[in-house]
């Protein structure tokens, strides 16, 4: 099996991808030995994907891709965005910033929101870009334990479970990560084949 790095140290991200591309030997950044925490300072998801995914190219000689994930809430002008991972302060944990979007968005009637994902593949020498969208709302109390991030208050469109109560399986199949990761698949695929 081919190795292809996925720029990330969140375990999560890597289970979750790594039950995706089956075909592939998907590795963290932590398992080829780096432990910096790659400073991501771009002001949008694509800048975010390619910082990371071309930190690794540039220090590790390595194919790899990187995805940066925003929750972009319609009453807030898109916020918290690209800000997702650190909405409640610097070092906040996933149920901090659960709880500032709650208290941001008391009272709105106004629900609408999508997880955006962005993912940059950097691999022989080129870098492609994938996106993939899930719309949904936001829930007014947290419903499940499954996930992680804000996966206990987001109900997708036409599910009445939140990410958090359904099986990852699930998950994978509709959600904004899923569907980036399942044209990067196609596009993997599609390398392979034709060497
Ligand atoms: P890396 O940069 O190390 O890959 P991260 O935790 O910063 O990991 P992202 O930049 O992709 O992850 O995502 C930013 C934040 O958005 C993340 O910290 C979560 O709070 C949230 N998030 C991302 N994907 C999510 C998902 O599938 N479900 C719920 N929340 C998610």
Request: proline share 2%; glycine share 10%; hydrophobic share 40%.
């Amino acid at each position: 099996m081919e190795k292809l790095v996925f720029a990330t140290h969140n375990k999560n991200k890597l289970e979750e991808i790594r039950n995706i591309l089956k075909d592939w030997d998907v590795v963290g950044l932590r398992d080829i030995g780096c432990e910096t925490d790659i400073i991501e300072d771009a002001d949008d998801l694509e800048g975010n994907a390619k910082i990371k995914a071309n930190y690794v190219t540039v220090n590790y000689n390595l194919n790899c891709f990187a995805d940066d994930t925003g929750l972009e809430v319609e009453a807030l002008d898109g916020a918290p965005g690209v800000y997702s991972a650190r909405y409640a302060g610097e070092g906040c944990s996933y149920h901090d910033n659960v709880v500032k979007l709650l208290d941001a968005m008391k009272g709105l009637t106004n629900r609408k929101a999508r997880f955006r994902t962005v993912i940059a593949l950097n691999i022989n020498g080129e870098q492609h870009l994938f996106e993939g969208i899930v719309n949904g709302r936001i829930l007014e109390e947290e419903h499940g334990i499954g996930g992680f991030g804000y996966d206990p208050i987001f109900q997708p469109d036409g599910y009445v479970e939140t990410f958090a109560e359904m099986p990852m399986e699930i998950k994978n199949k509709i959600s904004h990560r899923g569907k980036a990761v399942a044209k990067l698949a196609e596009f993997l695929n599609f390398l392979t084949n034709k060497s």
